[in-house]
């Protein structure tokens, strides 16, 4: 996947870029994350600085690096927001995508992060190569993601823009979205479709192989012998372009794919299965289903027809999987959605967004000093705190902590009565007000919030770090001051903390 584009001259050094581009092209992914990291601490600048780190952040996709992938993402966040580019951050939000796509699966902010991208691209007034490039990284991202019809969209956009400029189109023909989109047709029913996309794809690129970097290489070789197996004939190939080995874990698993079709066309069925039992070959390189098939059609070529017909069950319920996976998900993010605009509405009916926390929707500090100064009758203060938080931050990024600050927000607003206010006052510390509640009820409220954000399920959004809330309770009476009630109840909601018991009284 094309992760670098050639920077402005302008303002970066064209030559710093272009060796990178050389580097990368010739599949030394480690090499250009080391020199993208030097050129960021060599500069000030803040333009140069957040594309290097974009690099780091696209290579390290690239290779899988998923253990430094969260400290990348946090980083580049904060270098996106402060130099004001809206290529750069169409091209953040493309990989922030393809991180949730394969890392946490989570298909509302896979859809949010690539719907942010494609309208700052389309906000973007920048032009050239640079700017080309934006889209067609969009483009094999959404291809990535299983969104076929929007891949080859922002693909066109980077193919008109390009002829705009008077940019070649020949070497960002986008052979891995033609090659997915052929699947995906393929495997919705329609051969004939599948088979005119990869005539037509390899058609394009014919002309210019010597041109292409070593991972269109590698798909424009899968589309040849996918396309034999297809039963069509190809006259040519690309053996004398690929290199002895291929490099990235992409480019591995299409050299074992197309080594697959190769072998199952020759009738070696048994070499094939090995191939394809050798290793793992992962879902994320051509979808969930085509490891499956060719299995199947291995298992065909070595004459063994019962296991063969098991292999096409598996490769369907691999589909089945997938979409019901895609519907809890969606009903997942409909659901955070109207949580969302629940909040929204809550916090219109209390003020004007001088008293909104701009992350959540929840009410701020200032909107719940005047909310307790207004009060008359005996109240109950709690002061909560999320137990775990300080490791999702760490160990997933800033973005996923701003998710499930969010989510926890819509889950205690589910959980209070009509007239209590909910409030976030800095971090991850939130308070909520019950006025009139005796302290049994607040104690009963509590544990219902508790429960409720223990029993989320916080893998989805951040795998393997449990989300849960200490609460500390404090009485406030008419006529006293509401600070000593809110400071009393923190007191509480950290003696809980400290003791495990999540629940407090002071």
Not at 250 to 255: H, K, S
Not at 305 to 326: D, G
Not at 476 to 501: C, H, V
Request: glycine share 8%; aromatic share 8%.
């Amino acid at each position: 996947m094309a992760l670098w584009s050639e920077s402005d001259p302008a303002r970066d050094s064209q030559e710093e870029y272009l060796r990178l581009r050389e580097v990368m092209a010739a599949g030394q992914l480690e090499d250009c994350i080391d020199y993208a990291k030097k050129i960021a601490s060599g500069t000030n600048d803040a333009y140069r600085k957040t594309q290097a780190w974009l690099f780091v952040m696209g290579a390290q996709i690239t290779l899988r690096n998923r253990d430094e992938l969260s400290h990348t993402i946090s980083h580049s966040a904060e270098l996106v927001h402060s130099c004001n580019s809206r290529r750069l951050e169409g091209q953040f939000y493309a990989l922030v995508a393809l991180f949730h796509h394969q890392r946490t699966g989570a298909f509302n902010l896979t859809a949010q992060n690539l719907v942010s991208g494609t309208r700052s691209l389309e906000e973007m007034t920048e032009t050239g190569q640079a700017a080309v490039d934006a889209w067609h990284d969009l483009a094999i991202v959404y291809s990535n993601c299983g969104y076929h019809e929007q891949a080859n969209y922002t693909l066109q956009k980077g193919h008109e823009l390009a002829e705009a400029c008077g940019i070649p189109v020949a070497l960002i023909q986008g052979m891995e979205v033609r090659v997915r989109t052929a699947l995906f047709s393929y495997y919705a029913g329609d051969p004939h479709a599948a088979i005119g996309i990869l005539r037509d794809a390899l058609n394009r690129v014919k002309p210019n192989l010597a041109l292409l970097r070593f991972n269109d290489l590698e798909w424009v070789n899968y589309a040849i012998q996918r396309l034999k197996l297809l039963g069509q004939d190809v006259n040519w190939n690309v053996d004398e372009y690929l290199p002895d080995e291929p490099y990235s874990p992409e480019d591995i698993d299409l050299r074992a794919f197309a080594t697959t079709c190769r072998l199952i066309q020759a009738g070696r069925g048994a070499e094939a299965l090995d191939t394809i039992n050798y290793g793992v070959l992962s879902s994320e390189t051509l979808g969930v289903m085509e490891p499956e098939h060719l299995r199947s059609l291995a298992l065909v070529a070595c004459g063994d027809h019962a296991a063969a017909i098991l292999a096409s069950h598996t490769t369907i319920y691999a589909l089945y999987k997938q979409i019901r996976q895609f519907q809890s998900m969606f009903f997942d993010s409909i659901g955070s959605l109207l949580d969302q605009e629940q909040l929204r509405k809550t916090a219109a009916s209390f003020a004007d967004q001088a008293f909104t926390d701009e992350l959540t929707g929840l009410p701020n500090r200032r909107r719940l000093e005047q909310f307790l100064n207004s009060l008359r009758g005996q109240t109950m203060i709690g002061v909560l705190d999320l137990d775990n938080f300080k490791p999702v931050n760490d160990t997933h990024g800033h973005l996923a902590g701003d998710t499930v600050l969010q989510r926890v927000a819509g889950i205690l607003s589910r959980n209070i009565r009509g007239n209590d206010l909910l409030a976030r006052t800095g971090g991850d510390e939130f308070v909520v007000v019950l006025p009139g509640a005796s302290e049994g009820e607040a104690l009963t409220i509590g544990e219902r919030m508790k429960r409720a954000v223990l029993t989320e399920d916080w893998d989805v959004y951040v795998p393997g770090t449990p989300v849960g809330v200490s609460i500390g309770w404090e009485t406030l009476q008419p006529g006293l001051d509401p600070s000593r009630a809110l400071w009393a109840a923190d007191r509480a909601m950290y003696r809980a903390k400290r003791a495990g018991r999540r629940t407090s009284r002071h």
